[in-house]
């Protein structure tokens, strides 16, 4: 099993619809979690973080985390072409070094 | 957050060379991580860069063909040894500004080709 899983996509979506992304973790005792964008050809970019079950809103992105289920997801209100990137999902895993693991990671392509 | 710059920001090598890649934040930061992200591919932890001591590898990375310098808290350094074509990724430099952030930022990366 992978430490952190992701649907590689791509996700389709329509301009102004919400994208869903979603990863699981295998880690039980992981306690931070975070989502970067990746633009084609560029470094990752912090996009949220989330500690405590629940949602997380920030502008038109929403994280969500369900430790019982290890499970955290991201949803984008509005989509916009300029969304369209790869949606890396990283957890920081509770053992050794609490080293940052990440997903494979999810394209996302918003259509106008 | 911080601000991270890498040097160089991409280059294309001969097999059987080295190349150093150089990180630079501009401010002093708690920790400082080399990842490699292979073309397709997520991002793979190399290692921590720690100050003042021998960074800490993981599984399949090893200090002859990466060694790592970190002299400072705002400075640190891989550098790819004896490439091979198999090294052609993209290298990555990440910081935690401060434990009680608990969040990484990167820099933007060094375009590595080997011929």
């Known amino acids: 099993q992978k430490e952190v899983e992701q649907n590689s996509g791509p996700l389709s979506v329509p301009e102004g619809a919400i994208a869903s992304l979603n990863c699981t973790y295998s880690?039980?005792?992981?306690?931070?979690f975070f989502w970067y964008r990746q633009y084609s050809g560029k470094s990752p970019e912090l996009i949220m973080s989330?500690?405590?079950?629940g949602d997380k809103e920030d502008g038109r992105f929403t994280a969500q985390l369900n430790k019982a289920s290890q499970y955290v997801s991201l949803l984008i209100r509005d989509s916009q072409p300029s969304d369209s990137a790869t949606y890396l999902c990283?957890?920081?895993?509770?053992?050794?070094?609490?080293?940052?693991?990440f997903g494979t990671g999810t394209r996302l392509l918003v259509s106008p | 957050s911080a601000v991270i710059s890498q040097k160089p920001s991409r280059d294309i090598c001969q097999r059987g060379t080295s190349l150093t890649i150089q990180c630079q934040v501009d401010?002093?930061?708690?920790?400082m991580f080399w990842y490699r992200q292979q073309p397709g591919q997520s991002l793979t932890l190399i290692a921590t860069?720690?100050?003042?001591?021998?960074?800490?590898?993981e599984s399949g990375f090893v200090i002859d063909k990466f060694p790592i310098s970190r002299p400072n808290l705002t400075f640190s350094t891989l550098t790819v040894s004896n490439m091979s074509p198999e090294d052609s990724s993209i290298y990555l430099c990440?910081?935690?500004?401060?434990?009680?952030?608990?969040?990484?930022?990167f820099g933007p990366g060094t375009r590595l080709t080997v011929l």
């Open positions: 990283a957890v920081k895993m509770n053992t050794g070094f609490q080293k940052l693991v």
């Open positions: 860069a720690n100050q003042g001591s021998e960074a800490t590898y």
């Open positions: 401010s002093q930061v708690t920790m």
């Open positions: 990440s910081v935690e500004p401060a434990r009680s952030t608990d969040t990484q930022y």
């Open positions: 880690d039980r005792g992981s306690q931070s």
């Open positions: 989330i500690y405590s079950n």
